[in-house]
T-cell receptor, first 113, second 120 residues
Framework: GIQVEQSPPDLILQEGANSTLRCNFS?????LQWFHQNPWGQLINLFY???GTKQNGRLSATTVATERYSLLYISSSQTTDSGVYFC???????????????FGQGTTLQVKP | DTGVSQDPRHKITKRGQNVTFRCDPI?????LYWYRQTLGQGPEFLTY????????KSRLLSDRFSAERPKGSFSTLEIQRTEQGDSAMYLC??????????????????FGPGTRLTVL
């Protein structure tokens, strides 16, 4: 099955700093999502981005599908950005989209005041 | 938009007991998914429904696990004869899948808050 690798596994930032999180995947995908998991375990949707670039406030994401990677940019980080960031891709079976998301191991971000 | 809800949020049980969790998806969504997340790992797919039909089950889902979505709305996940290894966060998600002649296209999955199961 498809493999999803995220880097770095852990990241510590000072408030106000910028960061880039990376997600590599081993096969072509039709669906890629970025999530933020808060300390209570809730997965919060950040981006649905199978290709191209999107921006939402201080966050932006770029997926280069042909090269099988996606990047999540966090600018001017705040303490509330702390948590685990997951990349997830949808596994295809033949010509169908299964809907099953395969998650990476996550990047744990800590933003210090 | 009420989002995906799950009940209970926490469950503590003794080994050998049966437990049942409920998930209410976003009302217009036709797909519903169950995932399991253990400490320090990303969520792992367990099973999913399109309307009331259960379309796939992961090999992670042993015979002790069963899921239903009887009317294509809410879903239940039951674990029989719980084991300590079943301790995890159980997450439910829903999405709206468009079915076309060239296959299906799945939209964004939205997750509920999860049910944290502890088996003593």
């Amino acid at each position: 099955g498809i493999q999803v690798e995220q880097s770095p596994p852990d990241l510590i930032l000072q408030e106000g700093a910028n960061s880039t999180l990376r997600c590599n995947f081993s096969d072509s995908v039709n669906n890629l999502q970025w999530f933020h998991q808060n300390p209570w375990g809730q997965l919060i949707n950040l981006f649905y981005i199978p290709s191209g670039t999107k921006q939402n406030g201080r966050l932006s994401a770029t997926t280069v599908a042909t090269e099988r990677y996606s990047l999540l940019y966090i600018s001017s980080s705040q303490t509330t950005d702390s948590g685990v960031y997951f990349c997830a891709v949808e596994q295809r079976e033949g010509s169908s989209n299964t809907g099953k998301l395969i998650f990476g191991q996550g990047t744990t971000l800590q933003v210090k005041p | 938009d009420t989002g995906v809800s799950q009940d209970p949020r926490h469950k503590i049980t003794k080994r050998g007991q049966n437990v049942t969790f409920r998930c209410d998806p976003i009302s217009e969504h036709n797909r519903l998914y169950w995932y399991r997340q253990t400490l320090g790992q990303g969520p792992e797919f367990l099973t999913y429904f399109q309307n009331e039909a259960q379309l796939e089950k992961s090999r992670l889902l042993s015979d002790r696990f069963s899921a239903e979505r009887p009317k294509g709305s809410f879903s239940t996940l039951e674990i029989q004869r719980t084991e300590q290894g079943d301790s995890a966060m159980y997450l439910c998600a829903s999405s709206l899948a468009a079915i076309g002649t060239s296959g299906s296209r799945t939209d964004t999955q939205y997750f509920g808050p999860g049910t944290r199961l502890t088996v003593l």
